[in-house]
T-cell receptor
Framework: GENVEQHPSTLSVQEGDSAVIKCTYSDSASNYFPWYKQELGKRPQLIIDIRSNVGEKKDQRIAVTLNKTAKHFSLHITETQPEDSAVYFCAASRAGAAGNKLTFGGGTRVLVKP | DAGVIQSPRHEVTEMGQEVTLRCKPISGHNSLFWYRQTMMRGLELLIYFNNNVPIDDSGMPEDRFSAKMPNASFSTLKIQPSEPRDSAVYFC????????????FGQGTRLTVV
């Protein structure tokens, strides 16, 4: 089955700096890669996603890149703000006849210091 | 739509008791996932259903865990008998299985087994 590895597990950045989180996946047939943000005590919520036919996607201060050959994808947050402090999860999914199993990485705890 | 609804929000039970967690997915969604979240193991996929049919239950830790989806608008996760190591936050998520789309999470059930 799919295995998703995420690094780093914790990340501390100064407000205004950039944050980068990296994930690798094992199933070359995976074709959907969402990123979720989870604030303390709350549910995970989608912040951005990318499909396998796209190499990069940007939404304001966040961007995601995908390298299908290397089977890795990354989340980039620019101009970080204190409200970006949260746990971020990457995930990989593969659409198939039996459905779309969504497998998560281990999470990255991001702390933005004012 | 009110989103994915889980009940109860909190459950405290004694070791050995049966626990039933409930989930109502978003209307129209045809994929449903049960996840368990702990500090040590992150977000683990326990089981997922597609069109009410269990597709992959390889993440169910033991025979003490069982899940059902009798219709498109309701699912249960049952633990019998419960043990202290089952203490975790259990999330239900749903999505619309068409070439992979966003999975929406419920608010979770925080289970404490004493």
């Amino acid at each position: 089955g799919e295995n998703v590895e995420q690094h780093p597990s914790t990340l501390s950045v100064q407000e205004g700096d950039s944050a980068v989180i990296k994930c690798t996946y094992s199933d070359s047939a995976s074709n959907y890669f969402p990123w979720y943000k989870q604030e303390l005590g709350k549910r995970p919520q989608l912040i951005i996603d990318i499909r396998s036919n796209v190499g990069e996607k940007k939404d304001q201060r966040i961007a995601v890149t995908l390298n299908k050959t290397a089977k890795h994808f990354s989340l980039h947050i620019t101009e970080t703000q204190p409200e970006d402090s949260a746990v971020y999860f990457c995930a990989a999914s593969r659409a198939g006849a039996a459905g779309n199993k969504l497998t998560f990485g281990g999470g990255t705890r991001v702390l933005v210091k004012p | 739509d009110a989103g994915v609804i889980q009940s109860p929000r909190h459950e405290v039970t004694e070791m050995g008791q049966e626990v039933t967690l409930r989930c109502k997915p978003i209307s129209g969604h045809n994929s449903l996932f049960w996840y368990r979240q702990t500090m040590m193991r992150g977000l683990e996929l326990l089981i997922y259903f597609n069109n009410n049919v269990p597709i992959d239950d390889s993440g169910m830790p033991e025979d003490r865990f069982s899940a059902k989806m009798p219709n498109a608008s309701f699912s249960t996760l049952k633990i019998q008998p419960s043990e202290p190591r089952d203490s975790a936050v259990y999330f239900c998520a749903s999505s619309f299985w068409v070439m992979n789309t966003e999975a929406f999470f419920g608010q979770g059930t925080r289970l404490t087994v004493v």
